[in-house]
């Protein structure tokens, strides 16, 4: 079992940053891939930026270059640091935990809203 608590999201203007945390309940490792999602009203979940266990990382190719993904594992979270925001990249962000066996956790999402 795995509890995901994000955090960190808010309202900026387009070309704004933001940095999201997810703080997991137990030690960043032994995972398929960990990293975030996000849902626009009447969209799909879509995938942001994930890295697997051995730290190999993947980006949305709309957010290449303006977004980072990291961890820090001593404190057992990871971010998303987000640059030249857009009001496209409004959204309700996710983190996400995939084990091996393809279960999800999901934490409950942090509002990421950017004004034109």
């Known amino acids: 079992q795995v509890h995901l608590v994000e955090s960190g999201g808010g309202l900026v203007q387009a070309g704004g940053s933001l940095r999201l945390s997810c703080a997991a309940s137990?030690?960043?490792?032994?995972?398929?891939?960990m990293g975030w999602y996000r849902q626009a009203p009447g969209k799909q979940r879509e995938l942001v930026a994930t890295?697997?266990?051995?730290?190999?990382?993947n980006y949305a190719d709309s957010v290449k270059g303006r977004f980072t993904i990291s961890r820090d594992i001593a404190k057992n979270t990871v971010y998303l640091q987000m640059n030249g925001l857009k009001p496209e990249d409004t959204a309700v962000y996710y983190c996400?935990?995939?084990?091996?066996?393809?279960?999800?956790?999901w934490g409950q999402g942090t509002q990421v809203t950017v004004s034109s």
């Open positions: 890295f697997t266990s051995g730290g190999t990382t």
């Open positions: 137990r030690s960043i490792f032994n995972f398929n891939t």
């Open positions: 996400n935990w995939r084990t091996f066996t393809s279960f999800d956790y």
